[in-house]
């Protein structure tokens, strides 16, 4: 049994491990040290490494794997270590999609638990997908993602495969259940790693059909606001049922529920399917998202639903624009993402990727430079 000291240290998304990359970046760029990083690459592998069901992409095994390979190429010895992880990730990944096709049988409906980025199928698919791109196991996760596109019935109402019957979150009751859109636990997650499966050639029987599947969901539940247009964060029965969203305006723009994130996973949609068409109708969506309107709305300086986010997200989406809108917004994208860095303190609770300055950090570090990270590590925001 682990303690919670050991839970939290290989957390990806508020522990040591997030920190552990942001300096393993900075060590890569030249504005931080080798021996800064590898302190905090033991800070976060001191504790017996997590395996169990429960471990995704920012928590346990994967996490940590997903760590020693951003330090593997300058220090080899992390390599063994790295791949080692990998076969565990492997059997996790294996007994998951065990447990999933278990439930599909009992006619239950997922959880984000099962499917999602954070912790879910769709998170260790990332992983895989990364590192592990030929094996039989990122296939079945590709072939699971595909399946929750397909409907189906409960009580004689047809829903979608990914739909869930608890709430997003425990203050936001969704009676009934809900679908939701966003890319941390949504559709636009689901979309973004079929995409990049298929952008780097990956594929199974049905995911060019799930693709537009979920591109068709997104076009079917579009709204246009004075703003531009934008999507619910999620449906419940009810908005099922009447074909609409009870809220009449957009959630603030956000990687992580808002049409950032979702414009960023259509564009990569596009790409992967030759749709230029749709591609700059993403592109249109996201840049109306950065207007000051917009970004004023905006009070936190984090990845998962601040500035950061937005930046890294804007950030990999001008790289493959059709047009240079994008790009000329990232000048006061990023001094906005500067401004906002100030709040943040040096406790360890702000200390994470998700919320907190590790992942602040990182977007600060694609500011100062005029290529990709090199570590890869917005990877796990699936939106590259």
């Known amino acids: 049994m682990l303690t919670p000291a050991e839970v939290a240290g290989q957390s990806l998304a508020k522990g040591p491990v997030g920190t552990a990359l942001l300096h393993v970046e900075r060590a890569w760029t030249g504005s931080g ?77 997922t959880t984000f638990a099962e499917y999602d980025l954070f912790y879910g199928l769709t998170g260790i698919g990332a992983l895989l997908l990364r590192h592990s791109p030929g094996s039989d196991v990122l296939a079945g996760i590709l072939r699971y993602v595909v399946g929750l596109t397909e409907p189906r019935r409960q009580d004689g109402v047809e829903l979608a495969g990914w739909w869930v019957a608890h709430d997003p979150d425990e203050i936001l009751p969704t009676p009934g259940g ?37 591109t068709d969901w997104f076009d079917r539940w579009r709204q246009d606001g004075e703003d531009g247009p934008w999507w619910p964060q999620w449906i419940t029965r009810e908005e099922l049922r009447t074909g609409r969203p009870a809220r009449a305006a957009p959630g603030r723009p ?33 840049a109306a998202s950065l207007t000051d309107a917009q970004l004023d709305r905006i009070t936190e300086p984090g990845l998962c639903h601040g500035i950061a986010g937005i930046y890294q997200t804007t950030y990999r989406a001008a790289c493959d624009a059709r047009t240079p809108a994008l790009t000329q917004r990232l000048p006061a994208l990023a001094a906005r993402l500067a401004e906002h860095a100030g709040s943040l303190g040096d ?16 977007a600060l570090e694609t500011t100062r430079r005029t290529t990709p990270p090199h570590t890869g590590w917005d990877a796990c925001l699936l939106i590259t």
């Not at 429960?54 to 330090?71: D, E, V």
């Not at 992967?272 to 068409?277: I, K, L, Q, R, V």
């Not at 994470?352 to 990182?362: H, P, R």
């Open 347 to 362: 406790q360890a609770d702000e200390a994470g990727l998700l919320t907190g300055s590790a992942g602040v950090g990182l």
């Open 33 to 109: 040290s080798w021996d800064t990083a590898q302190a905090h690459i033991r800070r976060a592998v001191t504790s017996p490494v997590d395996a169990a069901e429960h471990a995704g992409l920012y928590y346990g095994a994967p996490a940590i794997a997903f760590l020693l390979h951003t330090a593997a190429d300058r220090h080899p010895r992390y390599r063994a270590a790295a791949d080692a992880l990998d076969q565990h990730v492997l059997h996790l990944a294996h007994r998951r999609l065990a447990t999933a096709a278990a439930r599909i049988e009992r006619g239950e409906p």
């Open 254 to 286: 956000s990687w992580c529920y808002g049409s950032v994130g979702i414009a960023r996973a259509q564009q990569l949609a596009a790409l992967a399917t030759g749709d230029p068409g749709r591609q700059e109708a993403a592109e249109d969506v996201l």
């Open 178 to 214: 809900h679908l939701n859109f966003g890319m941390a636990h949504g559709a636009a997650g689901l979309l973004a790693l079929l995409a990049l499966a298929t952008i780097h050639d990956h594929t199974v029987d049905g995911q060019h059909t799930a693709i537009a599947v979920l």
